[in-house]
C-alpha cells in the first residue's frame, strides 16, 4: 500500500497540495474530506489561547488537541507542530516526538529551522520520524512584527541552501512563510519536495492557512489571510435565535423534552 507520504510528494507539478490546520475533532471531520495535510500548528497558542507568541504552548497542549484531531482525520495526512524548546538537541527532540507520535497517533511532526536544527532533523529521520520542515518566517523564533524573507540576497541564499540542506535530510514537505514570491518559485522549482506555502504566493506546490481565518472566527489582519466564510456571523445568529427562543419560552417545546 502506497504511504499518505509517498502520496503527498507524488502530487507535486500534478496538483495542488490542500493543507489546513485544526485544532479539535469536529472541525478536523468537516475539512478531511477536502484536505490533503491537517497540521495541529502551534497557532493554536494565538488562536484559542490567546498567547502573545507560539512560546508559551507546550508540549502537553499539543497532545490534548492533536489526540482530539486524530478522532476527526481519518483521509488526510496528519502533522503535528513540534513546541518551542521540546527539540533543542536530538536526543530530546528524538524523545518528545516518539511520544507524540506514540500518544496522538499522527503521521508526521513539523519543526521550524534549518542549518541550526539539521542534526535534529537527521536524527528524527533516522529513527523513522517523518518530518515537514518551516522555513522563511519562524514564528518561534521571530522576534517583532513579521515581515516577508527574501528581500536581500545573503537572506535569499541562506533560505535557498536551507531547503536543500532540509531536501537531503530526508523531509518529505516544506512549509514556506511569507517567503517573496520569486524566491518561493525559485524554490519550488529547485526542489524535488513540495513546498507548502503560506503568504508565499501560488508559486508553492500547495497552500496553508489556519482554520479559524478561513473560517472567519479572528479578525486576523495578517496580508495572506482570506476569510472564505463568514462562520463567526453564523454563530451569532445562532445564538440570538436561541436566546430569543427561550425567553419567549417555545424552546424547549414538548418536542425537545422529557
Ligand atoms: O502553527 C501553524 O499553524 C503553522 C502553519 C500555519 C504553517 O505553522
Known amino acids: 500500500m502506497i504511504s499518505k507520504i509517498t502520496k503527498i510528494k507524488s502530487k507535486k507539478n500534478r496538483t495542488k497540495i490542500v493543507c489546513l490546520t485544526a485544532y479539535s475533532k469536529n472541525i478536523a471531520q468537516s475539512i ?9 500548528g502551534d497557532s493554536l497558542g494565538s488562536t484559542l489561547y490567546n498567547f502573545k507568541s507560539t512560546r508559551s504552548v507546550t508540549l ?25 524548546n521540546t527539540y533543542n538537541k536530538p536526543s530530546q ?42 522555513l522563511g518566517i519562524l514564528p518561534q523564533t521571530t522576534k517583532g512584527k513579521f ?21 537531503e535530510a530526508g523531509v518529505f514537505s516544506i512549509v514556506l512563510e511569507c517567503v517573496e514570491r520569486k524566491l518561493a518559485n525559485k524554490i519550488s522549482n529547485l526542489i524535488k ?37 463568514d462562520v463567526k456571523k453564523l454563530i ?8 430569543k427562543e427561550v425567553k419567549s419560552n417555545k424552546f424547549p417545546s414538548r418536542k425537545y423534552s422529557y
Do not use: W
Open 236 to 243: 451569532t445568529e445562532g445564538a440570538k435565535k436561541f436566546e
Open 32 to 40: 478531511d474530506k477536502h484536505t490533503d495535510i491537517i497540521l495541529v
Open 60 to 84: 502537553e497542549m499539543m497532545i490534548k488537541h492533536s489526540k482530539s484531531v486524530r478522532q476527526g482525520v481519518s483521509n488526510s495526512l496528519m502533522v503535528v507542530d513540534m513546541p518551542y
Open 147 to 167: 515581515k516577508s524573507k527574501g528581500k536581500s540576497t545573503k537572506e535569499r541564499n541562506e533560505i535557498i541552501k536551507d531547503c536543500k540542506l532540509l531536501e
Open 93 to 134: 527532540a528524538l524523545k518528545n516526538c516518539k511520544k507524540v507520535m506514540k500518544i496522538t497517533k499522527c503521521d508526521a511532526v513539523k519543526i521550524e529551522g534549518g542549518l541550526k536544527i539539521i542534526k535534529i532533523i537527521k536524527c528524527l529521520i533516522k529513527n523513522n520520524i517523518p518530518v515537514m520542515g518551516h
Open 193 to 229: 519536495i513540495p513546498t507548502i506555502g503560506i503568504g508565499s504566493s501560488n508559486n508553492c506546490d500547495g497552500q496553508i492557512l489556519v482554520i479559524d481565518d478561513v473560517l472567519g472566527l479572528t479578525d486576523s489582519k495578517m496580508k495572506f489571510v482570506k476569510k472564505f466564510v
